[in-house]
């Protein structure tokens, strides 16, 4: 069965930090554009960050730039968030997204349609 898992999400108060990962089975997230996207109550899915393979390219969110890192550990096999300096308004449930059909996020990263298997959710709450 093809599927993302993430883990790492909770509470914390703003300006506190937290690291989301995401894992796969089924197929290799080395092999996939992969991205982290994120829906708030109310709100629709948007993109925060993008992680093309091997190239070390990564896109991010105007709202998470400076904050936010994506990386990933390929001997794991695993996609990270880094997330710092958190807001009120970071608050949402945060999902893991995989392309398998290309290696690169390019300008169509902040697509929903663009990926195909999706994670079930991490919440992340922000308090003030």
């Known amino acids: 069965q093809v599927q993302v898992v993430e883990s790492g999400g909770g509470l914390v108060q703003t300006g506190g930090s937290l690291t989301l990962s995401c894992t796969s089975s089924g197929f290799d997230l080395s092999d996939a554009a992969v991205a982290w996207f994120r829906q708030a109550p109310g709100k629709e899915r948007e993109a925060v960050s993008c992680?093309?393979?091997?190239?070390?390219?990564?896109y991010y969110a105007d709202s998470v730039k400076g904050r936010f890192t994506i990386s990933r550990d390929y001997a794991k096999d695993t996609l990270y968030l880094n997330m710092n300096s958190l807001k009120p308004e970071d608050t949402a449930m945060y999902y893991c997204a995989a392309d398998k059909t290309s290696w690169y996020c390019s300008n169509s990263w902040r697509s929903t349609t663009r990926f195909s298997v999706w994670g079930q959710g991490t919440q992340v709450t922000v308090s003030s």
């Open positions: 992680a093309s393979w091997g190239t070390g390219v990564s």
